[in-house]
């Protein structure tokens, strides 16, 4: 099995910044992929920024050249960090972890952008 577990989230102006963490722990063998994903009211879950086991990334164009994903394979973390936040940048931000065979959730971080 494995945990996620997001922190880092909070209330930030407009323009402001923040930085996300997501720690993995368990049986963590062949990532094939890891990822942010986020939720805001009354809409559906999208991808923000996604890492593959290769290093390479992608991100949604909302957020290109404003949010950076890295990972620190040592200690099993993923971050990401957002700068000139937006009001629309305003959602729960969940981790993703996905193996071959299944994908992983975390339990979800709260960003709130204030104008």
């Known amino acids: 099995q494995v945990q996620l577990v997001e922190s880092g989230g909070g209330l930030v102006q407009a323009g402001g910044s923040l930085i996300l963490s997501c720690a993995a722990s368990g049986s963590i063998f062949s990532i094939y992929s890891m990822g942010w994903y986020r939720q805001a009211p009354g809409k559906q879950r999208e991808p923000v920024a996604v890492?593959?086991?290769?290093?390479?990334?992608n991100y949604a164009d909302s957020v290109k050249g404003r949010f950076t994903i890295s990972r620190d394979n040592a200690k099993n973390t993923m971050y990401l960090q957002m700068n000139s936040l937006k009001p629309e940048d305003t959602a729960v931000y969940y981790c993703?972890?996905?193996?071959?065979?299944?994908?992983?959730w975390g339990q979800g971080t709260q960003v709130t952008v204030s104008s």
């Open positions: 890492i593959n086991s290769g290093g390479n990334t």
């Open positions: 993703n972890l996905s193996t071959k065979v299944r994908s992983y």
